[in-house]
């Protein structure tokens, strides 16, 4: 497959055929992830891969206590819809033949030394420059779905397991500087993929 094709290919997939994932196949996701480019070559970025299905469930579960602690009982039809497909989502995920734990952290570049003289902590500095480790993990996950997309398998990049980021962390054995950046799921596609509409060029392109 072509870059062009694989980017035009690619979209999230959350349910899967229920055959494994090969961890050679997963490592090299995560070597072509590995190429992408980062804040002073700083490459932010850690990969854990979890095969086994257990140890997947009991992330799903760890994000589920979570939720159960943070959202309220639903009380009304609007809040028990939106409460029970949170939990078919996470469920989902749980089910995958494989995750990729992601880890960052933020790695102080020449700007972030001169920020820090005038008194500022590191993450406020951080913050003024814009939280660069995150768009460096972001060009590194992209290239992993991409990898994943041309390797004929379905990737999704999970947003929701961040709100249980401590109990993750611990799970996984990730310790400080680093942190959890992200959870993707990845498997063989279960049914042909549904591309989700795109905006138009004249929406998102403008000429200065």
């Given at each position: 497959m072509q870059l062009k094709e694989a980017m035009e290919a690619r979209t999230s997939v959350?349910?899967?055929?229920?055959?494994?994932?090969?961890?050679?196949?997963?490592?090299?996701?995560?070597?072509?992830?590995?190429?992408?480019p980062s804040?002073?070559?700083?490459?932010?970025?850690?990969?854990?891969?979890?095969?086994?299905?257990?140890?997947?469930q009991r992330i799903a579960s760890l994000v589920e206590q979570k939720l159960h602690t943070i959202l309220p009982e639903p009380k009304t039809d609007a809040q028990q819809k939106a409460t029970s497909k949170l939990f078919d989502y996470v469920g989902l995920f749980g089910r995958a033949p494989a995750l990729l734990i992601v880890a960052t952290?933020?790695?102080?570049?020449?700007?972030?030394?001169?920020?820090?003289?005038t008194g500022l902590a590191r993450e406020a500095a951080d913050a003024v420059r814009g939280h660069p480790y995150a768009m460096s993990l972001g060009a590194s996950?992209?290239?992993?779905?991409?990898?994943?997309?041309?390797?004929?398998?379905?990737?999704?990049?999970?947003?929701?397991?961040?709100?249980?980021?401590?109990?993750?962390?611990?799970?996984?054995?990730?310790?400080?500087?680093?942190?959890?950046?992200?959870?993707?799921?990845?498997?063989?596609?279960?049914?042909e993929a549904i591309q989700s509409?795109?905006?138009?060029?004249?929406e998102i392109f403008s000429v200065l």
């Amino acid at each position: 497959m072509q870059l062009k094709e694989a980017m035009e290919a690619r979209t999230s997939v959350r349910t899967y055929l229920p055959e494994p994932v090969s961890v050679d196949d997963l490592k090299e996701m995560v070597r072509l992830a590995g190429r992408a480019p980062s804040l002073n070559n700083a490459q932010p970025w850690k990969y854990y891969a979890v095969v086994e299905a257990s140890r997947c469930q009991r992330i799903a579960s760890l994000v589920e206590q979570k939720l159960h602690t943070i959202l309220p009982e639903p009380k009304t039809d609007a809040q028990q819809k939106a409460t029970s497909k949170l939990f078919d989502y996470v469920g989902l995920f749980g089910r995958a033949p494989a995750l990729l734990i992601v880890a960052t952290r933020i790695y102080p570049g020449f700007l972030d030394d001169a920020l820090m003289t005038t008194g500022l902590a590191r993450e406020a500095a951080d913050a003024v420059r814009g939280h660069p480790y995150a768009m460096s993990l972001g060009a590194s996950i992209e290239n992993l779905l991409l990898a994943a997309t041309d390797m004929g398998y379905g990737a999704c990049w999970l947003t929701v397991p961040q709100v249980a980021s401590a109990s993750i962390e611990r799970d996984v054995g990730i310790e400080a500087p680093w942190r959890l950046g992200a959870v993707i799921s990845v498997g063989r596609p279960a049914q042909e993929a549904i591309q989700s509409p795109k905006k138009p060029i004249e929406e998102i392109f403008s000429v200065l």
